[in-house]
């Protein structure tokens, strides 16, 4: 993706002391963002976009603040300061229940699934805003997910970790969202899976869907998008194409293991 720039005094188009670079015409744009729980501050001036069709991905250590970022813009954190623009509009502190029908889907890490309700019907709660249940989207999850076609009768919580993960994106993209939020997706999966995991991460945003993504396996993350950010003690510390940071020798001995 090539975005103009969003140039900053003297022309620059980074920030000197965050190593971040803004665009304009973001199709969600994170600006000065301070965030946290109740009165605990998570987030320090957190910069961040996702253009169209684009896939971004956040790495950082544990406790950095990643998950809180996916929260803040999906409206679920107490907000302290900046502004969350999604499609040209301002969806700073809204809350959840309005966001999704701006075309916002978000998968959290854990409880993503309705356990005690059928594969079928979990999709189903995915178009719960829409007057019926959209067939044709139905199809395109089965087509994308064959496994939950094949267990839609099948109660979600009897599922494999990996086929819950599954059934949460699969819910997600019931109502064809332009931007993905993913948080963790390969946590608790085993090695053999996750590979396929994130060959159908490839696959959605291949289709037309922007991804943003929170994920611990940072090496193939950072291999597979097209942009990355490194998130430290709450604030940006770099943001780059993905590539470039997996092979930065600094990135790679402070956050990726070497």
Do not use: W
Not at 58 to 70: D, E, H, Q, Y
Not at 110 to 125: A, G, H, I, K, Q
Not at 207 to 218: C, D, F, K, P, R
């Amino acid at each position: 993706m090539s975005p103009d720039d969003v140039a900053t005094d003297g022309g620059a188009a980074t920030s000197a002391a965050q190593d971040v670079t803004l665009y304009e015409d973001s199709l969600l744009s994170v600006r000065n963002l301070d965030a946290g729980y109740g009165d605990l501050q998570i987030l320090t001036d957190v910069d961040l976009d996702v253009t169209e069709q684009e896939y971004v991905t956040i790495v950082g250590p544990n406790g950095a603040g990643k998950s809180t970022v996916m929260k803040s813009v999906f409206g679920l954190t107490s907000h302290m300061g900046g502004t969350v623009t999604f499609g040209g509009g301002d969806i700073t502190a809204e809350r959840p229940e309005d966001i999704i029908h701006l075309g916002l889907g978000y998968v959290p890490q854990n409880d993503n699934v309705f356990s005690s309700l059928s594969v079928r019907e979990n999709l189903e709660m995915g178009a719960y805003i829409l007057d019926e249940v959209p067939q044709d989207a139905l199809n395109e999850v089965f087509d994308r997910f064959p496994i939950l076609e094949e267990r839609q009768t099948q109660k979600a919580g009897t599922l494999s970790g990996g086929q819950q993960q599954m059934l949460a994106m699969g819910r997600a993209l019931m109502l064809d969202p332009d931007l993905l939020l993913l948080d963790e997706p390969s946590a608790g999966l085993a090695p053999d899976l996750v590979a396929d995991m994130f060959d159908r991460i490839d696959a959605i945003n291949d289709a037309g869907t922007a991804i943003l993504m929170v994920e611990q396996n940072a090496k193939e993350a950072l291999r597979r998008c097209d942009r990355g950010y490194v998130l430290v003690d709450g604030k940006n510390r770099y943001e780059d194409e993905g590539t470039t940071l997996l092979n930065d020798p600094q990135v790679r001995q402070d956050f990726l293991g070497g």
